[in-house]
């Protein structure tokens, strides 16, 4: 098979899924299940008959598009909305460099001050549950000897840690995502 024809699958296929309402992870896994399925039925009709009468065979034994695309939107997952929200939040495929900058710095704004509120409430509640368990005075001379300091800067670490690590993962998977919807975007599938 060569790149032209897996080109005329691909658009058989993105026929069939750009119309579905759902997130770009589900229209990922939605290609990829139905170009190995297209894939597989094109094989084996261009056994039988050369590649452009098996191309068109193939797009007869796929069926009607909208028909299937209705079935697809079906079959949707329960947790679309929330990759949906992601999607939303972290992925717009036709947004510039500027736009997309601002949005992530007034979304990272927005963590660090939810972020803030949470370290200084847990930083309140140590300091109630130190004096109410009468916690001795003598080692709050010591660096991070008494409890309020110790568990804002254990809670801290913790946290900014693990904020870093998720906000690199999401966009690292967020990147994918968009590198692989642009692939099947740029298909014209009229």
Request: hydrophobic share 50%; glycine share 6%.
């Given at each position: ?111 660090v001050l ?71 975007r740029s298909?014209?599938?009229?």
């Amino acid at each position: 098979m060569n790149e032209t024809t897996l080109t005329q699958l691909k658009i058989l296929v993105e026929r069939v899924v750009r119309p579905v309402r759902c997130s770009t992870r589900a229209k990922g896994n939605m290609r990829e299940e139905l170009l190995t399925h297209v894939r597989a039925v094109f094989e084996d009709e261009a056994r039988l008959a050369a590649e452009p009468l098996a191309l068109a065979r193939t797009g007869e034994r796929l069926g009607d598009a909208s028909q299937l695309t209705r079935e697809l939107q079906e079959s949707v997952p329960a947790r679309d909305p929330f990759d949906r929200l992601l999607d939303r939040i972290w992925f717009r495929p036709d947004e510039t460099a500027g736009g997309r900058l601002r949005r992530m710095l007034l979304f990272q704004a927005l963590l660090v001050l939810l972020f803030v509120l949470i370290w200084l409430g847990l930083g309140q509640g140590v300091g109630w549950l130190a004096r109410a368990l009468a916690w001795p005075t003598a080692e709050s001379t010591t660096l991070l000897g008494s409890p309020v300091p110790f568990f804002d800067f254990l809670f801290f670490a913790v946290s900014f840690a693990v904020l870093v690590w998720g906000l690199v993962t999401i966009d690292r998977m967020m990147a994918a995502r968009n590198r692989f919807d642009g692939e099947w975007r740029s298909l014209s599938i009229e």
